[in-house]
């Protein structure tokens, strides 16, 4: 699942079709995905490029709950539609690393410093759930405390495009 649901406030546009080597940050975190997942869902957009594999969810409960909004959204998808587990990117996270499959083979787990990347178990839902419903900040590192998730370390760190001088950096640096 692409977390895609959020306001680009330090970007000033919509990040998700902001272009990086010819193609939108959204079609390249769905093609990352999608080469390693068997459905790919776009969360917290009412449009984007749907095909028979991807298509659009809004958060849950409602839309700008951060990415968890996202999260919930994808675990309650998964579970009306019988997947054991989701694997979630944002739609800045790119280049991710080759091997992410592997390194996040065993549900609840994230990627280094970036908790959005991570893999979570269907059955995560009623502890992300209750995390919206509270009073407390919302943030994915409280929901990967709570499920017991592990933090794994990787030599690769993947780009967080935030700022359009995020996204000039990281064509530079790739040679984009």
Not at 22 to 46: F, K, P, T
Not at 48 to 77: F, S, Y
Not at 98 to 110: I, R, V
Request: aromatic fraction near 4%; glycine fraction near 12%.
């Amino acid at each position: 699942m692409v977390l895609a649901g959020g306001q680009s406030s330090r970007f000033g546009s919509d990040k998700a079709l902001a272009m990086l080597g010819g193609r939108s940050l959204l079609n390249r975190s769905i093609d990352a995905l999608g080469s390693w997942c068997d459905d790919v869902v776009i969360a917290g957009r009412e449009t984007g490029p749907e095909t028979g594999e991807t298509h659009c969810i809004p958060d849950w409960p409602a839309p700008g709950m951060g990415p968890l909004g996202g999260v919930a959204a994808g675990l309650r998808h998964a579970n009306e539609n019988g997947f054991d587990s989701v694997m979630t990117c944002s739609v800045d996270s790119f280049d991710l690393p080759a091997d992410l499959p592997d390194l996040l083979a065993a549900p609840p787990c994230y990627l280094g410093d970036q908790p959005v990347i991570g893999h979570w178990p269907a059955s995560a839902a009623a502890a992300v759930e209750t995390i919206l419903a509270s009073d407390s900040k919302h943030s994915m590192r409280e929901f990967a405390e709570a499920i017991g998730a592990i933090n794994v370390k990787s030599g690769a760190k993947p780009a967080n495009i935030n700022t359009p001088a995020d996204l000039a950096a990281a064509e530079k640096r790739n040679g984009i």
